[in-house]
């Protein structure tokens, strides 16, 4: 198996690292800052290929990919990407220039299987296929755990990107935290049961928008109505793979951190000190998150004011 990883601007896509691991540490990274990425896959990678491409293109990286694999790639091999918006592109292109079939979403890989999530992680199923084929994983579905402390030397293709007919690229919008799928955000602030209503779930909100980061809550938060259904993040909600997770008045019950993934960093605020999510955190704040709220958006309204990047806070 092969883990195939669409890098901008020198990053990791999100679920890159859980891809590299269900390939068994075999990676091909390719488009912009190829070897600033590999350095991310120090303990994880056992073989490392980079071919720099530069900009997404997704036409004409499928064409590419597919004549690279013809020497790279024997029978019966499987290439993984991350179903991240890229890897979602790039997947089925890459199947049509290879011949090969497509599976989507998958949550584990197999030789001559892949088991695919549905309704949203409520159940699964088994697709078979025969040889070789391209899949999708979803960011999230898997923890990974880091055996070395540095990452191999990469190997560098050096060959010229083949010419494909594709879409003219009008502009690079990045996504509204406010908006954009939870499972794909890269920051979340996430409420439980210790906010009191709909209001504090506001007050976290904006405070979410003023450092771009996501809404995340409890199935206690949702089920009172406190924010939308769909911002509840767990085993009856969604799967998510954040760098950052900040958590206020959550207590960490299993159904919740089963949908966590494997975040960079944890912040937990939360009055009782021995609950689950404190035990998760890289910073725990023992404190009345409802109290803190206000505070934090003070802060954050002056370091706005005193000319600080978004970005710096």
Known sequence: MLAVLPIRRGELPLGGDEAVVEAGGRCLLVGSGCADAAQALRGLAVEIICWEVGAFS?????????EVFDTLLGDGEIVIL?????????APRLAVALGWPVVSWAHRVEPGRAVVALHDGRSEHD????????????????????????????????????????????ADIPPDPSTMDLAEARRIVAGGAGLGGP?????????????????????????????????????TGVTVDPVLYLAFGISGAVQHVMGLGDPAHVVSVNLDPSCPMMALADLAVVTDARALLPHLQELLAAAGSNGEAEENR
Do not use: H, K, M, Y
């Open 58 to 66: 997704a036409a004409a990286w499928a064409s590419g990919l597919a």
């Open 82 to 90: 991350p179903a991240n918006p890229d890897g979602r592109d790039l």
């Open 127 to 170: 697709v078979r296929f025969d040889g070789s084929a391209v899949v999708t994983l979803r960011p999230g579905c898997r923890g990974v755990v880091r055996d070395a402390p540095a990452a191999p030397d990469p190997t560098i293709i050096e060959r010229a990107l083949p010419q494909a007919a594709d879409a003219q690229l009008v």
């Open 199 to 235: 209001a504090d779930f506001a007050r976290l909100a904006e405070l979410g928008a003023a450092i771009g980061a996501s809404l995340g809550a409890t199935r206690v938060a949702t089920d009172a109505g406190w924010t939308d259904a769909f911002r509840q993040i767990g085993t």
